[in-house]
Each structure stands twice: as C-alpha cells, then as structure tokens.
C-alpha cells in the first residue's frame, strides 16, 4: 500500500493525475482484495493481486482496471454465494428440524414398548398412559446353545407354542397337535418328557423337544401325575425366555380352531386365558360383602376375579416374566401347593408387610375367544348367537372326561357337526 502512494504522488499533470486518481483508487481496492482474500477464492488459482504486486509500476497500472472489474464481478459473485450459503444453512436447520420432529413421533409411538428412564412432565389431561410393556431381555444362547438351534427354526416372531408332554396325555397330544396342524401353525413345540412321546411327535413329523438329562427334574417328569408336570413347566420355560423368546404355553386338553398369535395384544408381562365363565367373573368385579351386624357399616366392598389359568397363557421374555417363573418354581419347590393358585397369588398379590409383589403387567384373554370347558358347555352351545362365534381355542379344563369332549369340540367347530357337543352334561357327573 505505501508503494501505491508513492506512486500516485509522482503524477504532474491534471489529466495525468485524474487518470492516476482512477487508477489509484483501482489498485487501493486491489490491494484491498489482496488483503482481505489472500488466496482468492479457490486456492487453487493463485490470485491475480499477488502476481500483480509483485510486477513493475506499469504493468499495474495497465492491469488495475481490468482488475477492478473483476473486482466487482468477484464481489458480486461473493454476495451470490454467500447468500446461497444462508439459504444452505437455513435449510439444514429445518432438516433437522424435521428429523427431529419424526424421531419424536417414532419414540411416540413405540411408547408402550420402552421404558423410558428420563423424568417426563406429564402431558395434558387425558392422554397420560403408563407403561404396561416391559422391554425384552437381550437374549443369551449360552443358556442352551441346542435348543436356541431348534427355535431359531420354528419360531415364528420370535412366538412359539409350547407344551410339556409324557405319556400319561399321550391321546390328548394326539388330539392336540392334529387341530394346530389343521389351523396351518407352524411354531409350535412339543417338550417331551419320555421316550414315547419323542417317538410319537416325530413319526407324526410334530416338532419335538427332550431336555439333556437332569436327574432332579426327570424323575418328576416320567412318573409324576397332572400337578407335578405342571409344576415342571415353569421351570422348563425359563430357558425359552432367556432366549429372548415369548411363548405361548400350553395344556395338551386345548383344541386349536384359529391361529392364537393373530389375537394377542402383547402389551403385558402375561396374558392368560381365565376360569370365569362370564365377563364379570373372568375381567374383575365389585363383590359386596355383607356384615349385617356392622349396621351402618354392613356392606365392605371387594375386589374379585376369577383366576387366570395356568394352562394357557402367553408370556413376554422380559424380567417381571423370568421373575414369576422363579418366583412360582421356587415356591412349588418348598411348598406342597397347586400351582395354578401359586401362579395367580404371585401375579395378582400386592406388596404388603413382610412381602414384596411382582407388580407384572397382565392381560385377561377374551373368555369368547380363548374359551374354557365351562363357558362351552354351559352357555355358548345353548345360546344361538354365540354358538356362531368361532372360539381360537378351547381348553377343556372344567371337565375330567377330557378326550371325548376334545373329540366333540373339534367335530362341531371343525367339521360342523352341528349337534356333537350336545351328549354331555352341564358338568361332570359326580359330586
Ligand atoms: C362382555 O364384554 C364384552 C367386551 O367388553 C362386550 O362386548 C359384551 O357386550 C359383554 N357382554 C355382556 C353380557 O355384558
Ligand atoms: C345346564 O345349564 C343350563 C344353563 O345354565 C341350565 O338351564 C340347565 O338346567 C343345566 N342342565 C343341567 C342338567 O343342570
């Protein structure tokens, strides 16, 4: 810069030195350039500001004015991009925006399938849910390298029917297995208890099960009656959620009609079918409780339901769920109990002095749908509405005669005979 001074101060002349003023005022602002943008606008051409100072007065002049042109052409160049550049910015930000707008949405939806750890605020009155679903636990196949081979086959959604089997139910099995092939359901397993059963399942191409040795557990298993293979099913099925499967359990006294895993709503720990035999009974109801001498105080308000059926029950693989397992094979273990009452008291029994509850999520299965003996045999086949109703299943749990009424229930909902259910009785005969 002082050398462009020095330079203009050298004219004469009027003209000479106007023409030097506008020259001047060219190489001030190349000079300018130069300064503010010492390797232009792409580095990769060198500037020519640089190459110009570094030539002889004449030279400069002789280029100036071309260069203030490019000048202004590079300025107005510089305002374009930068505006460009604004517009650029401005539109990452509403992308972003947006991302994060759609990940919130994503989240929302998701919501009752993650547990949030995050303090939340909650939201406006009536939309406040709570969370019912569990997360799953990550599954760990060294639990049982062979059997998390045989699921990753027949599962289907990581969903399998499963049932515990020895010879003693042998015919049942056989009614059991022919309806679920006949629906077209693939992921199903029998656990055989017995070399028998191993046979039967696969001569008759049934997907099969048998459990390395454990002494412990087998003894039970080979000569033990209803109860105690009852018992051993909670242990057994530890395993099948710790390979991150859920299951659906299942009695062999169960007629399939329709797929199950097309009516489960998979937002609880357990979701069971129930022994109540009417709405009120099998969802939960105010049961009065009348103590005429309390006089003003008589009636006491209970909450009651009938209980959940142990024998037809699908569990998510989350920790509530492996908890109850523990919970009810333990106390089978040390205690001479039933386990279908040792499994509701665990599900349904708060915490309470000396006592902590499991607080699972649960769900009572449609009583029209996943249908128990007695709401068959009591109302549905003497009522002419729900006797069009296809059930899913139909477990005969209420009645000992359970083959021939097994028979029955697939005659009349699978091959339409109209009056196979009517032979039986109400209930079973003896009193
Ligand atoms: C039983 O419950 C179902 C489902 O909530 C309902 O559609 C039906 O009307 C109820 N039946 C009676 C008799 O209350
Ligand atoms: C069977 O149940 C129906 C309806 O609940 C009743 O009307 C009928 O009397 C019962 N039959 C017998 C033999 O108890």
């Not at 000079?31 to 580095?43: D, E, K, L, M, Y």
């Not at 570094?54 to 160049?77: A, Q, T």
């Not at 191409?205 to 009656?225: C, F, L, M, W």
């Not at 309390?294 to 693989?317: C, E, K």
Request: charged share 25%; aromatic share 10%.
């Amino acid at each position: 810069m002082a050398g462009a001074r020095r330079e203009k101060s050298s004219q004469s002349s009027i003209l000479g030195s106007r023409i030097a003023v506008a020259i001047g005022i060219g190489i001030v602002a190349g000079c300018i350039f130069a300064f503010v943008f010492p390797n232009g606008f792409f580095s990769a051409n060198p500037p020519p500001q640089s190459r110009l100072l570094s030539k002889s007065n004449l030279e400069v002049e002789s280029v100036s004015c071309e260069s203030s042109e490019k000048l202004n052409l590079l300025k107005s160049d510089n305002m374009r991009l930068s505006d460009k550049n604004v517009k650029l910015k401005k539109q990452v930000r509403e992308l972003n925006e947006k991302l994060r707008l759609a990940e919130q949405r994503k989240d929302h939806a998701r919501e009752p399938f993650i547990v949030s750890s995050e303090p939340q605020k909650a939201g406006p009155f009536g939309t406040v849910k709570g969370l019912r679903t569990n997360p799953i636990v990550v599954p760990d196949e060294t639990v049982n390298p062979r059997l998390a081979k045989i699921l990753a086959k027949i599962a289907v959604n990581k969903e399998l029917i499963v049932a515990v089997a020895n010879s003693n139910v042998k015919e049942m099995l056989e009614v059991w297995y022919t309806s679920i092939k006949k629906v077209g359901i693939s992921n199903y397993l029998v656990v055989a208890l017995d070399d028998a059963i191993v046979d039967l399942c696969k001569s008759n191409d049934v997907p099969v099960y048998q459990r390395d040795p454990d002494e412990a557990i087998d003894s039970v298993g080979k000569t033990g009656g209803n109860h105690a293979v009852s018992a051993l099913k909670f242990r057994i099925l530890r395993e099948f959620l710790q390979l991150g499967y859920g299951v659906l359990l299942s009695d062999v006294d169960i007629v399939y009609l329709q797929n199950p895993f097309e009516h489960l709503y998979r937002d609880s720990d357990v979701e069971s079918m129930s022994d109540g035999h009417n709405n009120m009974t099998a969802y939960g109801f105010n049961d009065v409780f009348d103590e005429p001498a309390m006089g003003w105080a008589r009636y006491a308000h209970t909450m009651r339901i009938w209980v959940y059926n142990s024998g037809f029950f699908y569990i998510r693989p989350t920790i509530p769920s492996i908890e109850l397992l523990d919970r009810i094979a333990g106390r089978l273990a040390r205690e001479d109990a039933w386990d279908q009452a040792v499994f509701n008291e665990e599900l349904f029994y708060p915490s309470h002095p000396g006592y902590v509850g499991l607080h699972a999520a649960k769900r009572t299965m449609d009583i029209y749908l996943f249908m128990n003996s007695k709401v068959l045999f009591k109302t549905v086949r003497k009522d002419a509405n729900l006797k069009k109703l296809k059930p899913v299943i139909v477990h005969v749990n209420y009645h000992p005669d359970k083959l021939p009424r097994m028979k029955a229930v697939f005659e009349f909902y699978v091959n339409g005979k109209q009056d196979a259910l009517e032979p039986f009785p109400n209930g079973s005969d003896w009193k």
